[in-house]
């Protein structure tokens, strides 16, 4: 499939997406959420693609949501149409994605990075929710997945100033995962999303279920999920290969079984 508004390449079980609206500044338009969507999907279907690098260009990872398809959007057009519902699919994307962010993360951009797994920084980078200043709020899951991040004070500050966070405030707020010079931005990406991709697939999903499940549920039910899960994952041959691989002092081959 050809995308117009995404680059979409293969390296090995890494698939890398990149968002290409570069005169908009990667600003989130309908076609880019259908194409990621139709991207996620693909991925998720293909067991030889372990991990999705998300990323934009060195400007920008995405400014926005489309400031001019929403203009003359009223509350008629966007309650009937659901608007911005359409990403929960993305996010309900089963396998690995990580978002490699450079420039500018704003609105939904920030938003698209927090649904991603997690977030490598390049030392350029910049987050904020400014869309109090269009008369708006988040759509996307700013005001909880921001809030989750970095806490009510900061995502406050963010939401009610729209003031930008650089990238070493936003790792240490717990927004990032990691800082990355922006030169060596990509190649770190690719390199961490190939070690994510190395990774035993059924405990990856896993593994990503447990985590997100910290955010869903209280302390014991999140326990509780976390236990059923691990033992599941004992009946897996990749659990069975892991451990001896352990044993045996060798790097263990993982079927996804
Ligand atoms: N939507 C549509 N177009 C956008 C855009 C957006 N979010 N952000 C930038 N662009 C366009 C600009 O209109 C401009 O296009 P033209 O050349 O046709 O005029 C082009 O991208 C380059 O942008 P600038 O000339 O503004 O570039 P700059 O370097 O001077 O400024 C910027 C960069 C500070 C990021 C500035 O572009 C900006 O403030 N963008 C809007 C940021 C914003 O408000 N984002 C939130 C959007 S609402 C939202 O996301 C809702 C939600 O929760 C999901």
Redesign the pocket.
Known sequence: MTYETLLVERHDAVTLVTLNRP???N?LNSQVLAELLAVTAAYDADPGQRCLLLTGSDK?FA??????EMEAMGFAAAYAGNF?AGWEQFTRTRKPMIAAVAG?A???GC?LAMMCDFILAADTARFGQ??I??G?G???G?SQRLTRAVGKAKAMEMCLTGRMIDAEEAERAGLVARIVPAAALREEALKTAALVAAMPPLAAIANKEMVNAAFETGLAQGLAYERRLFHGLCATEDKAEGMSAFVEKRAGHYTGR
């Open positions: 005169k908009a500044l600003a920008a400014a926005g949501a489309d400031i001019k911005f500018y704003l609105g939904g938003e400014p869309e200043k269009l708006v988040p759509g996307m700013g």
